[in-house]
């Protein structure tokens, strides 16, 4: 059965009060490892500095990765439910300085195939713990501000990362593993200050249960499949993005400096926007998310500068900046006590899925049809992911009227029998 927690009256004042230290101690290890894990772009030329793997394996490898870091997810949210989001992070981070370790150590690619799979499981294995700490530490109100800091801390991480990642790489290839292993070493020390599984919490449910959990909850597995399709537009960014900028005569600096400017208005953005967006509260910021997302991706179709394509940027980047921080909360507000590992494993689980198989569907689209029938796809399915929200808002808002009226009908009778 799916709990939907209520706000209490004292909401408002909750979401104002200051956050408690272990929220701050979540902050820093979300940025510690943002910063030193090794992304795609960096593990290959990583493959290609030290093996003298040919560009067919590398690219083998690298996708491995992103298989391990799909699987991560939702195997993390259950073990976060399971055994408590400390013993989490710090089993996650074990197995990324085991991997960092055994990546310094090996050029065979029988063994890199195995290294870099736990890898990129690593990479997303501890993130559903967050989502633990927040909801059991944090009351509801505050929420949407926490995870929005989270999604923060990581862009800043992410933002700071390629700089030092290539310097340490002009240095030398194996500073790129020193970086990963100082950073698990300090998420993991931090991680010692996170709470475990509470005493008392239960029976522990079985980890195939808990994975299962999300997509049996109708609410949840319809928002589920909505965030899929969004996925399936935002990971154009990475894949055909660059492609139709350097159709339109645009040089890959360029599409280096637009893309840049999604993390810096981020970093800007994020603690304005998510603060001044409460008062539209979660379907509406829904609504408006899946709606610039939809708009600034099908704004490409008619971009053709770099100033165009920054704006269409700027425009679903905006999308992004109210989506990630209210799915969070969204998942943590419907998931059963104990659950909310699972519940936000599979939000990710789903996301990664969206980007990995965006990426194929994208390019095909684009080489049969042509670029402005890509955009005009990102659109017209981005407009079904609004309708849908709208609905799903609708739906919402007409059952809190009926349970309000159920609620109130006694209370009138009771007025009328005096």
């Known amino acids: 059965m799916t709990v939907v927690r209520t706000a209490s009256p004292e909401g408002a004042a909750d979401a104002r009060r200051p956050l408690p230290p272990v929220f701050w101690l979540l902050f820093a290890g979300t940025l510690l ?88 499981c690593a990479s997303t294995l501890h993130k559903p713990a967050g989502a633990v700490v927040v909801s059991r ?43 990963n292993v100082v950073t698990a070493v300090g998420y993991g020390a931090v991680a010692l200050r996170l709470p475990d599984r509470e005493p008392g919490a239960g029976p522990v449910r079985s980890p195939v249960r808990g994975l299962l959990a999300p997509f049996r909850s109708g609410p949840v597995a319809r928002f589920l499949f909505l965030s899929f399709c969004l996925a399936l537009i935002y990971l154009q960014k990475q894949s055909t993005l660059p492609l139709d900028m350097a159709a339109h005569g645009l040089a890959p600096h360029t599409y280096g400096l637009v893309v840049a400017l999604n993390g810096l208005l981020i970093i800007v953005l994020q603690p304005v926007i998510s603060r001044q967006a409460e008062r539209l509260g979660m379907d509406a910021q829904f609504v408006l998310a899946g709606l610039l997302v939809a708009v600034g991706f099908g704004a490409n179709a008619i971009a053709g500068s ?33 659950g909310a590992g699972s519940y936000q494993g599979a939000y990710q689980f789903v996301w990664n899925l969206g980007l990995v198989l965006g990426a194929p569907l994208g390019m095909t689209v684009r080489e049969t049809w042509g670029g402005d029938a890509l955009w005009a796809g990102c659109l017209v399915l981005g407009a079904g992911v609004v309708t849908a929200y709208a609905v799903s808002a609708r739906r919402s808002a007409d ?15 009771g007025k009328r029998d005096t």
């Not at 992410?158 to 020193?178: F, H, N, Q, R, Y």
């Not at 940027?313 to 998942?331: K, N």
């Open 399 to 413: 059952a809190r009227r009926s349970a309000y009226s159920r609620q109130s009908a006694p209370e009138k009778a």
């Open 137 to 179: 530490e944090l009351p509801q109100a505050a929420h949407v501000r926490a995870f929005g800091l989270l999604y923060w801390a990581s862009n800043i991480g992410a933002a700071v990362s390629p700089a030092v990642s290539g310097v340490l790489l002009e240095w030398d290839p194996v500073w790129l593993i020193v970086l």
């Open 33 to 120: 490892n943002r910063l030193g894990i090794l992304v795609p772009a960096f593990l290959s030329l990583y493959l290609a500095a030290v093996t003298g793997l040919s560009t067919g394996t590398i690219g083998v490898l690298v996708g491995l990765w992103g298989a391990g870091s799909v699987a991560g997810s939702p195997v993390g949210g259950a073990l976060a439910d399971r055994v408590g989001p400390r013993t989490a992070v710090l089993l996650s981070q074990a197995v990324s300085l085991a991997a960092s370790t055994a990546l310094a150590c090996t050029q065979r690619a029988e063994v890199l195939a195995g290294v870099v799979l736990l890898s990129g």
């Open 306 to 338: 770099a100033w165009s394509y920054a704006l269409a940027l700027t425009v679903w980047t905006l999308g992004e900046i109210l989506l990630v921080p209210q799915a969070s909360a969204f998942l943590v507000r419907h998931a059963p006590e104990g």
